[in-house]
């Protein structure tokens, strides 16, 4: 039967200081490679407080067969590149040839382009709005500030009550 200690600490807690990095040094410099290897492999590969080269599970053990030189090492690949053919396409590019369809999303609703507002503004705003010109109707979208409705000639023409420059023909699309 284990013995009870009077002054024990739930389990998983500890109960001494850390260690400091002197003590951690010290502990390393006794492991041997293979050890600090196993260690490695053991990290964890998401812990941003480990270094990236020590987060990688892969390890070359394969000597260097020279110095890195790193311009001819691009001049190589670029040339390499080049000598290689471009791989033929199946079905040669025809611009302005269309093949296949449109992929249309078939959870995307029709849009129906007519539709009718039944708003009840009272007899007298309504009377007013129905005998208003197109030209009147462009001041109000102006001065309410609906600036999409109309284009920036319309609404600076409306803001300053200068109506001798703008087309009447032109309507609400300002075309």
């Given at each position: ?67 890195l030189n790193r311009k001819s090492l691009l001049n190589y690949i670029y040339e ?96």
């Open positions: 039967m284990k013995e009870i200690m009077p002054n024990s600490t739930a389990p998983g807690k500890v109960t001494e200081a850390p260690l400091t990095d002197e003590e951690i040094d010290d502990l390393l410099t006794k492991l041997t490679s293979e050890e600090i290897e196993k260690l490695l492999e053991e990290t964890d590969p998401d812990d941003g407080h480990v270094p990236a080269s020590a987060r990688c599970t892969y390890h070359c053990d394969k000597v260097p067969t020279g110095p390499q590149a080049k000598k290689m053919p471009d791989k033929q396409d199946h079905v040669p590019h025809v611009p302005g040839v269309i093949r296949g369809k449109k992929w249309i999303d078939p959870n995307q609703e029709e849009k129906t382009e007519d539709f009718e507002l039944d708003i009840d503004l009272g007899d007298e705003i309504e009377m007013a709005l129905n005998d208003a010109s197109t030209q009147d109707m462009i001041d109000l979208a102006g001065i309410m500030g609906l600036h999409s409705m109309i284009n920036q000639e319309q609404y600076h023409a409306a803001v300053s009550n200068k109506h001798e420059d703008i087309d009447t023909e032109v309507g609400w699309d300002g075309i």
